[in-house]
């Protein structure tokens, strides 16, 4: 195994998670940047093109590091397409209230190959991946390209694997976290939080650990790094940020104190989102095939979000979205800096 290449310079230890469809724009990036935090662009379900003008737009605002997030292809499961069609009667009644019909079920990649091959190309501080491994030549490119890759694990066992890619750094995404599970399954029976997670995928790997899930105030981000993080990651704290993309509706629902579950009922794979009238409708019945269901349900989702109706919108958030607060995300990094500062000082005086 070679030497892993180090990490990007983060004073702030704080890493604004990838977060894809809209709220990771390159002003939230370069905003996280130029504070001491690394920013993250979501390639998902962006065209290579958008993906390049996005990695423009980030290095036009500074110099600040930055990474890039990229979905590996899933596997296609031809017994959970089959039930594509009753879902789509579901989707179709609840569309009726938009006046929209579902999308077409399709599979893809996201245009994997392509977007490969714009990292090697385009240099970001980080690439990191999703839903699975990079291919070993990917890694081998990005390496002699000198850019650090970085793999999400939600398991010990993912861990092990990505190790052996090659994988540089590994993005521990504990249970709590906001959006879709991250790992190469997202069949998960033991549903590890973040904090057992932590300790028994360094038990299996001295590679440096990026902890993810549930993070949303300096006390959780000193929390990480005690047990070993060397450096914290959050989304949904970032969601209400003025530099984020989210939509009105998402935004305001954070506010709401809504409780959290995970579903599958918006894309076929397991996301965390707030609950709303679609969630419980809808979860019982949704297959298990991504991203076929994202393709059916994006129309409804899109009506939802156009009308402000948080009922039939996908509201991604962590367990901890009720502190996500309407701060600006540089003004929210040194915050989260200086108390997680704070909290490891008061934690080793004596008490």
Known sequence: MTTPLPLPPVPARIVA????????????????????????????????????????????????????????????????????AGYAERIAGRGARFGVAPGTPAHGDDAFGAKAELLAELRPDVASFTFGLPPEDLVRDLHAARVPVWVTVTSPEDAVAAAATGADALVVQGWEAGGHRGGLTDEEPAQLGLLPLLALVRRVTPLPLVAAGGIADGAGVAAVLAAGAALAQLGTAFLRTPEAGTPPVHAAALAEGRPTTVTRAFTGRRARALVNDAVRALDADAPA?????????????????????PEDAHLWAGQAAALAEPVPAGELVGRLAADARAALDAAARPR
């Open 17 to 84: 998670a990838p977060m894809a469809g809209g709220p990771s724009t390159p002003a939230l990036v370069a905003a996280v940047g130029a504070a001491g935090g690394l920013g993250f662009l979501a390639a998902g379900y962006r065209t290579p093109t958008q993906l390049r003008a996005d990695v423009a737009a980030v290095r036009d605002r500074g110099p600040a590091p930055f990474g890039v997030n990229v979905f590996a292809p899933v596997a296609e499961r031809p017994e959970e397409v089959a039930r594509l």
């Open 289 to 309: 095939a991504y991203p076929e269901v994202h393709f059916l349900t994006a129309p409804v989702r899109a009506a939802a979000r156009t009308a402000g109706d």
